[in-house]
């Protein structure tokens, strides 16, 4: 009897801590008035990094630069309540943007006093992205 055949699945990591980017968030009217520092960490499940790494080219991963300029510019983009919106809002954004598997973002708000800070933190995979009808774009050249 033949052994089973297995398939090698990769998936690799990129992680940002603690990116500071500025939002206007809370729930009172009054707390949005003002930009607040929040600090994101997004980890980003990717396939192997290997041809990449073999080419030494950053068209054939993600630029973590470009992920960070995106996630400032959403944050940006219109006030919100909750940083659970803002939390939703960049994971759907970077699994349609760019070539993820998965992401997981922690956002910390320093708001709470008697508390070094309040945290979300959720997890979306590229294929919870295409079960709730939204697209990948394709990639840009």
Do not use: W
Not at 81 to 102: C, P, S
Not at 108 to 121: A, E, G, N, R, Y
């Amino acid at each position: 009897m033949a052994p089973p055949a297995f398939s090698l699945i990769m998936s690799d990591l990129i992680r940002v801590v603690d990116l500071e980017i500025f939002a206007h968030i809370g729930v009172p009217d009054e707390e949005r008035q003002e930009k607040q520092r929040l600090l994101v960490t997004i980890e980003m499940s990717c396939d192997s990094f290997a041809s990449a790494a073999k080419r030494d080219d950053i068209a054939l991963t993600v630029n973590y630069d470009d992920v960070c300029q995106r996630v400032k510019r959403i944050a940006a983009e219109r006030p919100r309540k909750l940083i659970e919106t803002l939390a939703e809002d960049v994971a759907a954004d970077l699994l349609r943007i760019f070539l993820i598997q998965k992401v997981a973002l922690e956002i910390k708000k320093f708001i709470l006093p008697d508390t070094q800070h309040v945290s979300v933190t959720i997890e979306r995979t590229a294929s919870g992205l295409a079960a709730s009808g939204l697209r990948r774009l394709p990639k840009s050249s």
